[in-house]
């Protein structure tokens, strides 16, 4: 038997990314006002919890995507003028429906 895991199932790179990202949102909610860090927090939980629902896990290209579009809008949270975020919906045919 391998290495043990403690119960908790291994994640795959992109999976430990996704995590990396949603906690680097968190994080950087620590810095703005109590207002505006509940309005982040919940809108961030319900964006990571919608793609979790809606995005196939095997589509990896689409997963690469909005990975690098997170961490644009990271980077724009953390700097301290941002007060908020917005969100983009974005469309592929592709995405939900495959042709494999």
């Not at 199932?9 to 680097?24: A, D, F, H, N």
């Not at 909610?29 to 809606?54: M, Y």
């Amino acid at each position: 038997m391998g290495p043990s895991t403690g119960g908790r199932t291994r994640l795959s790179g992109m999976q430990k990314q996704v995590l990396s990202l949603y906690r680097g949102f968190l994080r950087a909610t620590r810095s703005k006002s109590p207002e505006d860090r509940r309005e982040i927090e919940s809108f961030v939980s319900a964006e990571f919890r919608r793609n979790s629902k809606q995005v196939d896990r095997k589509n990896f290209i689409y997963i690469e995507y909005l990975l690098r579009s997170g961490k644009k809008q990271l980077e724009q949270l953390n700097s301290p003028d941002t007060v908020g975020l917005s969100s983009m919906n974005v469309t592929f045919s592709e995405t939900e429906n495959p042709k494999n």
